[in-house]
């Protein structure tokens, strides 16, 4: 067993770091306010390699490991969660759903562009009717001998409006429940294809969300991906993946809001002393930064699970259960460790608290994980 990081690693979090510093950190409380996507940063994190880190070079992606992506969405989620869930879905769930299942034709067309940053992918699962049910898809595609016709409606698809390749998930063969479900590639500005209003968010503001509806909208039969009725599978083992990146931003959340709780003790004051000398801070720092060591090690072996062709279906529901509560927990106490400066936008930890919520929700709440996991222990 190695618990050090490779010396790779450790430039891929500096670098990291070094973008999330100096890109992201300066207007991220306005684009908070605004709800203002960071198009701009997200184009430079392309450029950077960030946006198809595991993708094989010859496709466009930086060959990178799983250990190297979540450090990187860590890193990035520190400072702004909305870029990293972009990422954390161009990169686990559209580039590597396209790269691990997608024909030759479908990578030379999509995946080249998706991994360099050049075009933004969104994964299009959740409907008003199927969320944590996702059996329960009333979109449907219906065969028409060279294409499909796509009816129905998405809700909540991140880089809704943003995005230029959508991944999306219909019903063909109502009858055969989810082994008649079909995953497509979708083109914006395909005919009937309609983008619904932004949502108005708790947190993740900058994040860009959308519902999507499809009016008979045609895609050619080459679109699909994988056999006739692979949709659900293809789907339930990319969010498999998925969930290694939203634990990852999750530690990341709770880790930037760590390590601003920490400075801030050290230097305000209270009662004559630094209030990292009283013991009830200090020891909310040391069970923050415990809860962070214990997130990080479930993340990091979900990851490595991933890397050296382990079933990761459990490590990275641990992983995300783990670390959402964790980035809800400790984000609280950032807050309360800042006093009335945490109630406050400029001391960025009620941003942080806010934004941790939805690491508890999306690509399966906290209550299907604990179905996952528990399904996992109990099978044998
Ligand atoms: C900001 C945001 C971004 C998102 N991005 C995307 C995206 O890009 N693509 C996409 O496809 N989806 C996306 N989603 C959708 C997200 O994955 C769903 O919201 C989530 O899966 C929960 O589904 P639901 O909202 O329908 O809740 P429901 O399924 O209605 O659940 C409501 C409550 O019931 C609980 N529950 C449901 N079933 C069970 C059960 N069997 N046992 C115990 N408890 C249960 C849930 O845990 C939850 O607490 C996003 C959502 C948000 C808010």
Redesign the pocket.
């Known amino acids: 067993m190695n618990y050090k990081l490779s010396e790779e690693h450790l430039m891929i979090q500096q670098a990291a770091r070094d973008f999330a510093q100096t890109e992201l950190l300066p207007g991220v409380i306005e684009r908070d306010e605004k709800q203002e996507f960071p198009a701009e940063q997200i184009k430079k994190m392309g450029e950077l390699g960030f946006m198809g880190m595991m993708v094989d070079p010859k496709y466009g992606g930086s060959g990178m490991d799983t250990i190297s992506y979540a450090i990187a969405m860590e890193e990035i989620s520190k400072v702004d969660a909305s870029a990293s869930v972009a990422m954390s879905?161009n990169n686990s769930l559209v580039c590597w759903g396209l790269e691990t299942y997608g024909s030759e034709e479908q990578k030379q067309k999509y995946l080249t562009k998706l991994a360099t940053g050049e075009k933004l992918g969104?994964?299009?699962?959740?409907e008003p009717e199927a969320?944590?049910?996702a059996t329960s898809q009333k979109t449907t595609a219906i065969d028409k001998g060279d294409h499909y016709l796509i009816n129905g409606t998405?809700n909540?698809?991140?880089n809704g409006s943003t995005a230029d390749y959508y991944l999306v998930i219909a019903q063909t063969y109502p009858e055969k429940g989810h082994h008649g479900i079909n995953a497509f590639i979708m083109e914006k500005g395909m005919e009937g294809f309609e983008i619904g209003p932004k949502e108005q968010?708790m947190g993740?503001r900058g994040?860009d969300?959308h519902s999507l509806m499809f009016t008979d909208v045609k895609v050619p039969k080459e679109n699909r991906i994988g056999e006739d009725g692979f949709g659900f599978k293809f789907a339930m083992k990319t969010l498999a993946g998925g969930r290694i990146g939203i634990a990852s931003q999750a530690l990341g959340i709770a880790a930037g809001a760590y390590e601003l709780a920490k400075e801030y003790a050290k230097v305000r004051k209270a009662f004559g002393k630094e209030i990292y000398k009283h013991q009830a801070i200090a020891f909310k720092l040391a069970d923050m930064h415990t809860q962070i060591e214990a997130a990080r090690h479930l993340v990091l072996k979900s990851a490595w699970d991933k890397d050296n062709g382990e079933n990761y279906d459990l490590s990275g529901a641990m992983a995300k259960l783990y670390a959402s509560q964790v980035a809800m927990d400790v984000t609280t106490e950032a807050v309360q460790v800042h006093g009335g400066n945490g109630y406050v936008k400029e001391y960025h930890v009620e941003r942080l608290m806010r934004d941790a919520k939805?690491t508890q929700?999306?690509?399966?709440?906290s209550?299907?994980q604990k179905?996952v996991i528990s399904r996992g222990i109990l099978r044998d």
């Open positions: 879905v969104a994964f299009c699962l959740s969320g944590s049910d998405k909540w698809i991140t968010k993740i994040s969300t939805i929700i999306y690509e399966g709440t209550e299907i179905i």
